[in-house]
């Protein structure tokens, strides 16, 4: 049966590109001027690919890292703003629309003039209501009320889909409370450079306390900063919450007196709104929470108020005055990721935009700038990959038969989402006034929250995304077993409908590939297809599979980026199972869409050459030190440059496409490769 079954799966594949099967695609789709011929392909692929680029492109000075994604977002930019501007111009939109929405928050941001007028003042509601605080018996309350307004508190609360049983909606507690982007900053004191953030992170504290009238702003900044180090030694480390069985930790709402009984949960879930909707919590670290009331009980009054006032302008502070918004991005865009030059005030403003009614923005965009024809193109291309998956199970020869059935019944149920969603958000509950800049801001934040709260004790929506179309990214959500592709990720050079189909499966193709593979890596792998964890391996499948993912944390541990930084194999593990696994797909998938014929020679490569370049060169950036730093101790994903060669190590196709052998310097010795799926 097997020979049926490929010769079926070769018929589907090859249906993906009829759309222009009567006109043979003219172009390679490979950027040959970004390459560097005169670095060795068997050496330094990514050099080889984009060396001519690194060594040409600068930086833009407004931005902390520059390549393909960051290109496509530029570009999207200025689609969204006439959007935008469309809204404005447009004389009929009524009072309550989505342009009247999407006007008129856009027109707040900009009027500057109006930010310097009222300096602070937005922000006095809010300030009195932390004042006001009388004793710690009120700060249960107040944590509910400033994360329903968006404001980082010491604890966050979700919901979302009980990771166990899928069908319904749950309650999480999760860690939070930190001002800087993890604990390593607070509490790696022998690394030079985060010591150094974090005493300018002190003085940017005081800084901001200051404008805003405190006159202890350099004592309460430290006592601030002592406040977060002590709740960021309380924390996990990203390693340790990258584990989903161990995040899970149902309990009735009762035992969350039990680890924080010096805060009453009963208050706090109250005023949140979902005390009276459920009956049970997950908490992802059980142990923080404890940690949080010890720190809770050490800290006086004064000082937590401190800290929610900080919290709280720290949200607001780009929304404020210009000496606010100016601090704040010499801080947290300078200092932590070396970007000199603001962004023009019209691209912060569509960013707002996006966070605030983002699906409204994203309808607009779909309708006038993705191509019905990508969608349908990219419906056949997701199915070729899910068929080039299903034969690559079939075929593993590490894999029981048991666990082989078990990961098919998954495949099975995966969900592909392409483009935009098929029902948008309303955002009719949502009142957004002109000239109320951070209003506006507050009250969306309250939508978001107000709208999640509401999910409890209602079906699991399964036609929500968790990206906007304009995104350019893609994802897998475990819970829901599901792909997701947004419209703006569709076009060159990770998909490129004019483009021979080597260079789209080896981009678009592999990124499809990755996806899927989240769904069986080393967390994805503990859910089944229903979205729920629970553990169908064999042990001695499991064994084996960590076997190999344990030599690609050894791997991606060797890479450094920076002197004295190291990629964090073990953080970035399941994206890096993703890369070596969605390349291996796609190089099947495109192998068998060609249907036994050898495939043209463009530009003097071959097909398999074409598809691996076109692996290399959506990986194409440069990054500024600071922010490397920053993704280095946050980012679940290696930098471009490992992605790149560091996939294409283990890639046996890799190395007879491009003669790799002993010798040259990606070759690895076939017994040391990682080959998964």
Not at 334 to 362: C, F, H, N
Not at 416 to 427: L, M
Not at 478 to 506: C, R, W
């Amino acid at each position: 049966m097997k020979p049926l079954l490929l010769t079926a799966l070769t018929l589907s594949l090859m249906t993906a590109f009829t759309a222009h099967a009567t006109e043979p695609a003219t172009t390679s789709g490979i950027e040959t001027p970004n390459m560097d011929t005169s670095v060795r392909p068997q050496d330094d692929f990514f050099n080889y690919m984009n060396g001519s680029w690194l060594k040409t492109t600068a930086i833009p000075g407004e931005k902390s890292s520059w390549g393909t994604f960051a290109k496509l977002r530029d570009d999207v930019l200025p689609q969204l703003r006439g959007i935008i501007e469309k809204a404005e111009a447009d004389k009929s939109k009524k009072q309550g629309s989505e342009a009247q929405k999407i006007a008129d928050l856009y027109a707040s941001f900009m009027d500057e003039h109006k930010l310097e007028q009222q300096g602070v003042r937005p922000l006095a509601g809010e300030m009195n209501r932390i004042r006001a605080l009388k004793d710690k018996k009120g700060l249960p309350m107040l944590v509910a009320h400033l994360t329903e307004i968006g404001v980082t508190t010491p604890y966050a609360l979700s919901v979302r889909q009980d990771a166990r049983a899928s069908t319904r909606y749950a309650v999480y507690i999760s860690q939070s409370g930190l001002g800087l982007p993890d604990r390593d900053y607070y509490l790696k004191k022998d690394d030079a450079k985060l010591a150094a953030a974090l005493a300018k992170y002190e003085l940017h504290v005081a800084k901001i306390l200051q404008l805003a009238g405190d006159k202890d702003a350099a004592a309460n900044a430290k006592k601030i900063v002592a406040l977060e180090t002590e709740l960021a030694e309380a924390q996990w480390t990203k390693v340790q919450n990258r584990d989903p069985v161990k995040r899970y930790n149902k309990m009735p709402i009762k035992q969350l007196a039990e680890l924080a009984p010096g805060f009453d949960w009963g208050h706090a879930l109250a005023a949140s709104g979902v005390a009276n909707k459920v009956d049970y919590v997950i908490v992802n670290q059980p142990s923080y929470l404890s940690g949080f009331n010890a720190v809770l009980d050490k800290a006086d009054l004064a000082t937590w108020k401190a800290y929610f006032t900080w919290q709280l302008l720290r949200e607001a502070s780009p929304f404020l005055s210009k000496d606010f918004a100016d601090a704040h991005f010499d801080f947290y865009s300078t200092v932590l990721t070396g970007v000199a030059v603001k962004p023009p005030r019209w691209k912060q403003a569509v960013a707002l935009e996006e966070t605030s009614l983002g699906e409204a923005l994203g309808k607009l965009y779909v309708a006038e700038y993705f191509p019905p024809e990508r969608k349908a193109r990219m419906d056949e291309l997701v199915k070729n990959l899910l068929a080039a998956y299903k034969t690559s199970i079939d075929n593993l020869d590490w894999m029981s038969p048991a666990t082989k059935l078990e990961a098919q019944a998954k495949l099975a149920k995966f969900t592909p989402k392409i483009g935009y969603p098929n029902k948008w958000r309303d955002y009719s509950s949502l009142t957004i006034v002109k000239g109320d800049l951070v209003g506006n801001v507050l009250r969306a934040s309250s939508y978001k929250h107000q709208r999640m709260i509401n999910k409890l004790g209602k079906p699991v929506d399964r036609e929500e995304w968790g990206m906007t179309p304009q995104t350019i990214n893609a994802y897998y959500n475990s819970t829901m077993n599901e792909i997701v592709f947004p419209a703006a990720i569709l076009q060159p050079p990770f998909f490129d409908a004019k483009a021979d189909d080597a260079v789209n499966y080896g981009a678009i193709g592999a990124v499809i590939g990755h996806e899927i593979s989240h769904g069986f890596d080393d967390g994805g792998s503990q859910s089944d297809g229903d979205g729920n964890l629970r553990d169908w391996w064999t042990k001695e499948d499991r064994a084996n599979f960590k076997a190999k993912t344990d030599a690609l944390v050894k791997q991606y541990n060797g890479y450094s980026p920076l002197p004295g930084y190291y990629v964090n194999g073990a953080l970035t593990l399941g994206e890096n199972i993703a890369d070596n696994s969605g390349a291996a797909i796609a190089y099947k998938a495109y192998q068998l869409s060609l249907g036994g014929k050898p495939a043209p020679v463009i530009d003097g490569f071959t097909g398999d050459q074409r598809f691996f370049m076109g692996w290399g060169q959506i990986w194409r950036s440069k990054t500024r030190d600071e922010q490397q730093i920053l993704l280095i101790k946050t980012d679940p994903h290696s930098p471009g440059q490992f992605r790149t060669n560091g996939t294409l190590v283990n890639q046996p196709g890799f190395y007879d496409a491009f003669g790799v052998k002993p010798g040259d310097k990606l070759y690895v010795a076939p017994e040391q490769r990682v080959n998964i799926w």
